[in-house]
């Protein structure tokens, strides 16, 4: 991996002195996110989300394959996530490096084994037919915080996407073209989304960590949360040790962030709504 | 998720193996296992066995890693062949290992008092050799003592510890089969100050239940600390009487 050049010790200094007074270089307060956009693209499940000037499309598609023997019920939903020299000069494509495997693992810990989607609606056919539903992420622009933005990005299209409505009489499998009826929306349990703390020495952790605030903290915290007050996935390693009680009240903004970024997703999915026909009949 | 057929906790408050819940498995630390690492330890916590060797602190591999005011840490996760059965075969490289590789280097790098080794490399070589449950938390307090041994210059020990949650009660150290079935986290923590340095959590469980599995987490660390600093006192007394012995019989051979 191509090795970045630290910052310079001034640059250092200025950002440590803000933080103390409780500011930050881009005006926010500790504990303020950066403001969160959603594009939704021309088809269902086609989804940019920008978080500042981190950027992150999220596409998702669907197609019928076979099920493993061992779960004849069970859809898949495989995610590529691979971050390529699009988001930044550090990453080369093809190879990956320690913070990219963290937050790929990461999306796949929070969206997958969170059971986010209902993989046994995925089944048409028991050992025969289930959709599959692929999650392509393009990492477009890296200003800090990938992974959040990638969370919000990855939910936000698979709350937007539909797959074609199929119908089964008997062993016989009929897929509806959306023209013909209106396609489905996926079965999602919750909608888990990742929030990344960064801490400084000495000082209180603060939300949404732009690019030069990750390379000058002294550790990151991401919490997985959704809106039914539960934790899903929590990762902190290493960095500064905190105390119990440090964690447990980044747990609890956390607890109130993500349901307003939850509010934020589903106000967004309504608007397009709006403006959308999705209904043929 | 609990698909197997196996009883977590039974009516007379036993788990799987007949420990309590907040029973650990039976522990054992070895200091210097392996020949020609500056330090090594090996670490069985039930049926998981980790064994990891310390190199350096030497000249980096690769030069353009160095760092020209603190040391490199790398390190390297394996899992042999046969550790876990047919199921699990992992190769080298594979992603879970990086991450714990990943979560191993980071939760050191603020613990070695890497500013004393400037320009150079320590290098952690993990090796599970059997597991059945909790690699991290075993790799952990392997490492921890296997940088002792080493000689290399820690702030606290670091030790770990895996917490799981069946229904209200929350388990310390899960097994293989707990681990899979229950809802858990992975803690490691600084015992003297209780500070905790790594905590990971995979799998859905709500706020409410988790400070409670925190906290037990790191009285249950203060604790694996007391058992591994025995085993330390008690290796270094060892070297310090056989050294001794040795200038004992050097001054008799000199009159």
Known sequence: MVREIDPPTIQKDFLLAALAEGKRLDGRIPLEQRKVEYIFGEELGTVECRLGKTAVLAQVSASIVKPRDDRPYEGFLLINSEIGPMASSVYESGRSSDSEILITRLLEKSIRRTEAIDREALCILAGEKVWQLRLTLHFLSDSGNLLDCASMASMAALRHFRKPEVEVIGDEVIIHSPEERAPVPLAIHHTPLCLTFAYFENLPPILDPTHLETTLCSGTLTVTMNAQREICVLSKAGGTPLAAEEIMGVVTVGVERVREMVKGIEEALDTDKEGRVVEVR | ?255
């Open chain 2, 1 to 255: 998720m609990s698909s197997s057929r196996l009883e977590i906790l039974n009516d007379g408050g036993l788990r799987h193996d007949a420990r309590r819940p907040y029973e650990l498995r039976s522990t054992s630390f070895e200091l210097s296992t392996h020949p020609s690492a500056e330090g090594s330890s090996t670490v069985t916590q039930g049926l998981t066995t980790v064994q990891v060797s310390i190199f350096g602190p030497r000249e980096p591999r690769q030069r353009s890693n160095a760092s020209h005011d603190r040391a490199i840490l790398s390190v390297e996760v394996g899992v042999v062949p046969w550790a876990q059965g047919a199921g699990g075969k992992r190769v080298r490289g594979d992603k879970r290992l990086q991450e714990i590789g990943a979560s191993i280097r980071q939760t050191f790098e603020p613990v070695i008092m890497t500013h004393l080794y400037p320009r150079s490399e320590i290098a952690i070589d993990v090796q599970v050799l059997s597991a059945d449950g909790g690699i991290l938390p075993t790799s952990i307090n392997a490492v921890t003592l296997a940088l002792i041994s080493a000689g290399i210059s820690l702030l606290d020990y670091v030790t770990s510890i895996s917490i799981g949650l069946h229904l209200t009660q929350p388990l310390l150290d899960l097994s293989q089969p707990e681990e899979s079935d229950l809802p858990n986290m992975v803690v490691a923590s600084l015992p003297t100050s209780g500070k905790i340095t790594l905590a990971q959590m995979e799998t859905r469980l709500h706020v409410d239940r988790f400070e409670e599995m925190l906290n037990l987490g790191v009285e249950a660390c203060k604790v694996l600390k007391n058992e591994m600093e025995l085993v330390v006192k008690d290796k270094t007394r060892k070297i310090v009487d056989r050294m001794e012995i040795k200038s004992g019989a050097a001054m008799i051979v000199d009159e």
